[in-house]
C-alpha cells in the first residue's frame, strides 16, 4: 500500500515567495515567504511599504519595505498570522489591470533598485506565461 498527500492547487506555492492580486478588493496578498524575503533584505521587521512602477516596464512593479514617514508608505494589513495585505488600487489602475480574480505571481529580490519586483507576465495560478 502507497499512501499519497492529498492537497488543494492552492496550497502548493506555500513555500515560494508569491504575490496574489485580489481583484475584487484590489488588495496584494503577501504570503509567508515573501514577508521573510523582505525583512532578510530590508534587515528588520516592517509594517510599511512603497509600491514603485517603472514606466519603461509596463508589466512589472516592486514592493520596498519603509519607515511609516516616508512619502507614499502604505501600512501593511494583516489577513493571517503571517499573510500580510496591501491597498493597491491606484496601482492596478496605473498598470491598467482588467483582471477581475485574484492571480498570483512570484516576486524576487531586485538588488539593483533595492526592492521585490513582480512580473505580472509570469502567471502563476494558470500555471502559463502570459
Not at 5 to 20: C, E, G, L, Q
Not at 23 to 40: D, F, G, Q
Request: glycine share 4%; aromatic share 6%.
Amino acid at each position: 500500500m502507497v499512501l499519497m498527500v492529498v492537497s488543494d492547487k492552492r496550497f502548493t506555492n506555500r513555500t515560494k515567495a508569491m504575490i496574489s492580486i485580489n481583484s475584487k478588493l484590489k488588495r496584494i496578498v503577501m504570503n509567508k515567504s515573501t514577508r521573510e524575503m523582505l525583512i532578510e533584505h530590508y534587515k528588520k521587521e516592517f509594517e510599511h511599504v512603497l509600491l514603485l512602477r517603472d514606466p519603461e516596464v509596463p508589466n512589472a512593479f516592486w514592493i520596498r519595505p519603509c519607515e511609516p514617514e516616508q512619502e507614499g508608505a502604505r501600512q501593511l494589513g494583516s489577513a493571517s498570522g503571517s499573510t500580510r495585505l496591501i491597498s493597491c488600487s491606484m496601482l492596478l489602475k496605473e498598470l491598467n489591470w482588467h483582471s477581475t480574480k485574484t492571480e498570483s505571481f512570484p516576486i524576487f529580490w531586485d538588488s539593483s533598485n533595492d526592492a521585490a519586483k513582480v512580473d505580472l507576465t509570469q502567471n502563476q495560478k494558470e500555471g502559463i506565461t502570459k
